[in-house]
């Protein structure tokens, strides 16, 4: 008997905690969907997802980071056009200047008022849900 389930991804909101307003760190996609991102991917079977969250992380903004907490799970089956993912959303700190590497073809520095409009998958409100959470201290509700 065969299953379909989604597939499990992180993505990691990085602030980079060595600068002026903590911004956040944003990947310009190398492959489809084309646009901006919050780093992020799939996670390796046998792979726990903070494994993934520090590998993705490293592959590509070339940071070592360090996991502050579990943010939110995102599970909207239309949140990839790919394929159902599930994705587990993590805050992370690093410091230091990120590189492009991996998937990403460009790195942006990030703050509130300046977010690019052309964001891939749900990462608008998952930004949207973020900046409210750092500035107001509440999460998201189911």
């Known amino acids: 008997m065969s299953y379909r389930n989604p597939a499990p991804t992180v993505d990691i909101i990085i602030e980079l905690v060595d600068r002026p307003h903590r911004p956040i760190i944003l990947i310009e996609r190398r492959n489809q969907p084309f646009g901006w991102a919050i780093p992020g991917g799939f996670v390796d079977y046998g792979e726990s997802v903070e494994t993934a969250a520090r590998r993705e992380a490293f592959e590509e903004v070339s940071l070592q980071?360090?996991?502050?907490?579990?943010?939110y799970v995102y599970s909207d089956p239309n949140r990839d056009q790919r394929q159902h993912t599930i994705a587990i959303v993590f805050i992370a700190t690093a410091t230091g200047e990120p590189k492009a590497a991996d998937d990403a073809k460009n790195i942006g520095i990030i703050h509130p008022w300046d977010v690019p409009t052309e964001l891939c998958f749900d990462?608008?409100?998952?930004?949207r849900d973020y900046w409210h959470y750092r500035h107001y201290g509440v999460r998201p509700r189911l």
Do not use: A, G, Y
């Not at 980071?65 to 943010?71: D, G, N, S």
């Not at 990462?123 to 930004?127: G, R």
């Open 65 to 71: 980071v360090e996991l502050i907490e579990q943010f």
């Open 123 to 127: 990462h608008d409100k998952i930004l």
